[in-house]
């Protein structure tokens, strides 16, 4: 079935290791962007990529980093976690210049103690 | 500050009846609206969306209308249907940005449809 992989689908990570979120899509979409869901705040854009070889910063884009070697890979690295970035992270994909909405991955549930 | 407001964090209502959520925002440079459902443990999945240009869209059960001299829009759900219980997410995309979509969304309502 086409659409978004993230994977691992939950995690709990010590305070200052480093651990890279994978989402990986199948429907060819130029744009892919990383969320983190908060109670009480919604989804909130992390950062996101136009097409491959390009990268931007979203709202809350600080301590974390991203990539898009390829179409289809789109992996957030935190550098260094610390227990803030305690999160739901949600990848997503789109066509791109506004030709359809975007498409959610079952998201990443993170732990920092 | 919250460029997309969802105030009510939640909606109970009957199966059959009408479900009607809410959303305001402040950006007039928004011009293009969804709404997203989202269940546990799931990604959220578009549902439904209206152009700047429409005052309204129709698809099925769901119908979302747009104010934009009150910037305000709602989603109206009839019948509602157990299966609709979930949190719904307003989201709002400016103009043109280069090929990216970098939706804003609100807070999400829990809705509850009770049989």
């Known amino acids: 079935i086409a659409g978004i992989t993230q994977a691992p689908t939950s995690q709990i990570l010590a305070a200052g290791r480093r651990m890279t979120l994978r989402c990986t899509q199948d429907m060819r979409h130029n744009a892919m962007y990383w969320y983190r869901q908060d109670l009480g705040l919604g989804l909130r854009l992390i950062h996101y990529?136009?097409?491959?070889?390009?990268?931007g910063k979203g709202e809350v884009p600080d301590g974390y980093s991203v990539s898009r070697a390829n179409t289809d890979d789109f992996p957030l690295t935190l550098a260094s976690a610390v227990p803030s970035q305690t999160s739901v992270y949600f990848c997503?994909?789109?066509?791109?210049?506004?030709?359809?909405?975007?498409?959610f991955g079952d998201g990443t549930r993170l732990s920092i103690l | 500050d919250q460029q997309v407001k969802q105030n009510s964090p939640s909606l109970s209502v009957q199966e059959g009846r009408i479900s009607i959520l809410n959303c305001d925002y402040t950006?007039?440079?928004?011009?293009?609206f969804l709404w997203y459902k989202k269940y546990p443990a799931e990604g959220p999945t578009f549902l439904i969306s209206i152009s700047s240009i429409k005052d309204k869209n129709e698809d099925g059960r769901f119908t979302v209308f747009l104010n934009k001299s009150a910037k305000h829009l709602s989603l109206h759900i009839v019948p509602s249907q157990p299966g609709d219980s979930a949190v719904y997410f307003c989201?709002?995309?400016?103009?043109?940005?280069?090929?990216?979509?970098?939706?804003?969304f609100g807070k999400g309502m829990k809705l509850t449809v009770n049989p």
């Open positions: 990529s136009n097409t491959a070889g390009t990268t």
């Open positions: 997503a994909s789109s066509p791109g210049t506004s030709s359809g909405p975007q498409h």
């Open positions: 989201a709002a995309l400016p103009g043109d940005q280069g090929g990216s979509e970098k939706l804003v």
């Open positions: 950006n007039s440079m928004f011009d293009y």
